[in-house]
């Protein structure tokens, strides 16, 4: 069984209930790439298996089809659309965190040297040399 983040997995009977489709909807789903659930085994023929992500996307896709008058196709887009923002929305978090640790590492480094100066400064050794003259 494969390992994904997503709660529970469901059958595709129990799946079709829950998302309140037919069994066939979600097969012509996933046909069309609107969802991809994953597989019990690695053949083609191994059950389907349905997350909880899964499902909450059928469900988004009936309403957008129900509520807003959506073909497939449309929904197709707008799904691709979510997805890719959801996809540069996680590039940019990442990166923010990069730049975040980066930051962080150059503020320590600066203030390692700030301090360094600083003893150098208030060293007995330096304010002797001066007074000696």
Do not use: C, F
């Amino acid at each position: 069984m494969p390992e994904r983040e997503d709660g529970a997995w469901y059958i595709i009977s129990v799946a079709a209930e829950k998302a309140q489709v037919h069994e066939q909807t979600l097969r012509h789903y996933e046909r069309l790439g609107l969802i991809s659930p994953a597989r019990k085994g690695n053949s083609p023929h191994s059950p389907r298996l349905y997350s909880d992500k899964d499902i909450e996307r059928v469900i988004h896709i009936r309403r957008l089809m129900r509520d807003l008058g959506v073909n497939l196709a449309g929904v197709e887009a707008i799904l691709h659309m979510k997805d890719r923002m959801e996809q540069m929305q996680q590039e940019m978090e990442q990166e923010i965190a990069r730049l975040r640790e980066q930051h962080e590492a150059e503020t320590r480094r600066l203030k390692e040297i700030i301090q360094r100066l600083q003893q150098g400064l208030s060293s007995p050794s330096s304010s002797s040399s001066s007074s000696s003259s």
